[in-house]
């Protein structure tokens, strides 16, 4: 499955992702209402003008030289499902499904955009039968998708635990204990909450990485080139924790085939440096990167014993993206047929000169 790599101004993540487990969600960590964040929460449906607001946002936010991370949807890398400008504490956010958002302390820290005001729902009603039909199949594939990425998961899961068996431990260890050595200097200050971003996401453009993400915020970059994963992963954790307990900002990346046990790429912006786990799945090229082939930590009589179980499963899971894959490309397909009926609903004149008046309010403060 070729990987797909999007460039973007700054940094660019996703913050939810297609997993064995369904649609996972990373949307809580757009803000913290006890810092002092606020967050505007747009809804409205398909096609409607949400990700062109946001993208306006994210402009202005460029005008006016200030940092702005865009988080893209998982399910059309080309929209956007988020803003955020950490240096005003403020998100913008699609707060639909599958990311529901709504208000923990309405009108302290979160405001309610509904576009649904610029939207003729009686010209909707006239399509009702086939809107109702495109979004339960829409949602149908969604589902098939899942099930074949929870078989996907299921073979990614037996080979980590092939590798498990065969991982020399102390070999690793030593080498995770001599990159963090190396990596920390004297401390940054207290330590600081881990963030979480998605990196990598299974897309209907194929397996997505956002390289900009890292070039934006990572000029020293140590890549791991590792087929299963778990000296990797195992790697980027043990930096992980030294980083934050010597005081510095860390952003995780975890896998999306294993989101609560895995973690394939690190970033650590006081540092500039980025650590990244590569793969034929997503291979990542960057220059002047160090490379370290992680098979170095698996006993080669061991991985050898099971070399057929190996390759079988291997291929069972790709194959299993490659379903998946097809299941988003169709689910896309009834999503764009579905925003034609919404996108004609609006008023988009009325919408774009809101625009205007809610931007200038959301920069007010700044």
Known sequence: MPMQEIVNEGATFFLGANTPQGFYSLFNELYDPRAGWRLYIIKGGPGTGKSSLMKRVAAEADRRGLY???IRCSSDPRSL????????????????????LEPKYPGVSEVIVDLGAFRDDGRLRRHAEEIIRLTDENKEKHAQCTRF???AGCAATDLVKIAADALELEKLERFASHLCE?????GAGEAQ????RFLSALTPEGIVLFGGAAAALCERRI???????????????ALAVCAAENGYRVIKCPCPLAPETKTEHLLLPELSLGIFTANRRHPIRFENARTV??????SKNEMGMHRNRLRFTSRARDEMLAEALKRLQEAKALHDELEKYYI????????????EKLIAEIFEAE
Request: charged share 20%; hydrophobic share 45%; net charge negative.
């Open 68 to 70: 702005c991370e865009r």
């Open 81 to 100: 499902d988020g803003v955020i400008i950490p240096s005003l504490k403020l998100s913008v956010a699609d707060g639909t499904a599958p990311h529901v």
């Open 149 to 151: 990425l929870n078989a």
């Open 182 to 186: 190396h990596a920390f200097g004297v």
């Open 193 to 196: 909450p881990v963030q979480r």
């Open 223 to 237: 890549v791991l080139n590792d087929e299963i994963g778990l000296p990797a992963s195992m790697i980027v954790e």
């Open 293 to 298: 082939q992680c098979s170095r930590f698996l």
């Open 344 to 355: 004609d609903a609006m008023n988009f004149t009325a919408l774009n000169k809101y625009g």
